[in-house]
């Protein structure tokens, strides 16, 4: 890497950091002005009238920040990434103002993302011998990719029901494919390391008013997690592709590997619609399922809730590259028994907590009774 690379990666660092810290509380004044806030109800752990739009801020340093450091010549597909990012953007900020239907959005997500695959180029072709599959046909490229990408976007918006904790777990997974890119080498790869840190800088400040602030707080929004969801596929796209011919960085299993990045919010996602649909429920339908209520009802607040979730998912990466060149059935499996097993006995030890506080409440109410 020279050091025009070096100055360019620092550059990308520091501007999208200086955007966000300085938009954030324009955003928010503008926000409490326009009453673009969330009400808090039944479901909601937030007091008071929190702005719900920090999706704008990290969207604008995003940009901002790789259109001044990145050479787009080296990635020919950006044009379709950024209509498609644009797409999802202005589809959650009308969620987060309006609020529109899931199918209305999941309609709006699949346009955006299909002018970027299609266009673009920029798809999944080769599950690397998984279930036996190597290369793959054009068109089963096209929706496997498709299909990738909305479930990941989507995982990405279900988490994001504590403060820090999609942020978080966003800034851990772009800070690994950012070194990844580094080392990979080349043009490209260089470019999507940009991106990659592009995407953890702009976190940061959001993470800091969302998780730090009492005044100032603001949450993500739709707007932010459909971004955050996508360009994070769109990383994951790109990660399997780059490990599909032999390099000194090369990853084998890269996709189980890229499940083991995103190993928090996919197994959430996949537990939670198991739960509803075996309740005969829509997989949509709000619940408090999600591994981060397990973690608060075993007594942890929302900051050590999301450093447990966060350091878990890194924890996975370091297992997954320790792992990876085992069969991939066994990697697969691993990952996903292991997930199986420490969610339980999280599920486990919050009903036992409850238990023992439900306890203590009745007999706290049968010698207050008595005494009376």
């Not at 909305?150 to 800070?175: E, H, Q, R, T």
């Amino acid at each position: 890497m020279s050091t025009m690379d070096i100055i360019k990666l620092l550059a990308s660092i520091v501007s999208a950091f200086a955007v966000g810290l300085y938009s954030i509380p324009i955003v928010i004044k503008i926000a409490v002005k326009k009453d673009l806030v969330a009400k808090p109800n039944h479901r909601t752990s937030h007091t008071g009238r929190i702005p719900n739009v920090g999706g704008v801020s990290i969207f604008v340093a995003f940009v901002l920040s790789f259109l001044f450091s990145a050479n787009i010549e080296v990635f020919p597909s950006f044009q379709y990434f950024l209509f498609a990012l644009i797409a999802l953007f202005f589809v959650g900020l009308y969620d987060d103002i309006m609020i529109i239907s899931a199918k209305k959005k999941l309609l709006g997500e699949i346009v955006g993302i299909l002018g970027m695959v299609i266009l673009g180029d920029i798809r999944l072709s080769n599950l690397h011998g998984f279930f036996g599959i190597e290369q793959i046909p054009y068109m089963v490229s096209i929706l496997l990719t498709l299909f990738v990408i909305v479930v990941i976007i989507n995982a990405l918006n279900l988490i994001d029901g504590i403060d820090g904790l999609a942020s978080g777990i966003g800034m851990v997974i772009a800070l690994f494919f950012g070194i990844y890119f580094i080392l990979a080498g080349g043009d490209k790869n260089f470019q999507l390391a940009i991106l990659s840190f592009c995407l953890f800088s702009s976190l940061i400040p959001f993470f800091l008013f969302n998780v730090f602030a009492n005044r100032n707080k603001i949450f993500m929004g739709d707007a932010g997690a459909l971004i955050l969801g996508f360009i994070i596929a769109v990383l994951v796209v790109e990660f399997c592709e780059t490990n599909i011919s032999a390099g000194a960085y090369r990853i084998n299993n890269a996709p189980v590997m890229a499940l083991c990045v995103l190993v928090i919010p996919l197994f959430d996602t996949i537990r939670v619609f198991t739960i509803r649909l075996s309740q005969r429920k829509s997989p949509f339908t709000p619940d408090k399922n999600h591994l981060h209520h397990i973690l608060l009802n075993t007594g942890l607040n929302h900051r050590k809730s999301t450093a447990v979730l966060a350091s878990v998912n890194i924890a996975y990466i370091l297992f997954g590259l320790a792992c990876q060149d085992m069969q991939p059935y066994l990697f697969f499996m691993l990952v996903f028994v292991s997930c199986v097993i420490w969610t339980e006995a999280l599920r486990y030890r919050a009903n036992k907590i409850k238990d023992s506080l439900m306890s203590k409440k009745t007999v706290t109410a049968e010698i207050y009774n008595i005494e009376n």
